[in-house]
């Protein structure tokens, strides 16, 4: 073998493992959208939940030191 063949080997090895390069970069940069959707969603989810939360304590009772002891005491 020849270095120009030797060179056009090498060649065509890194342009392979470059495609393997740029095909995994653009999996992991769809993977990325994908998972900051999903915290968008859980985030958007626990504010609503977090909300719920703050309305059922003020409805159940206004002030959790006004209740009368428990029986037990």
Do not use: C
Not at 30 to 53: F, H, K, N, T
Not at 62 to 73: G, L
Request: proline fraction near 7%.
């Amino acid at each position: 073998m020849n270095a120009n063949e030797v060179l056009e080997q090498r060649l065509d090895e890194m342009e392979v493992k470059l495609t393997f390069v740029d095909d995994t970069v653009q999996a992991l940069a769809s993977a990325d959208a994908s998972l900051s959707q999903r915290i968008a969603g859980l985030e958007r989810a626990l504010r609503e939940l977090r909300g719920e939360l703050s309305a059922m304590r003020v409805a159940q009772a206004d002030d959790p030191h006004s209740e009368p002891p428990p029986p037990h005491y």
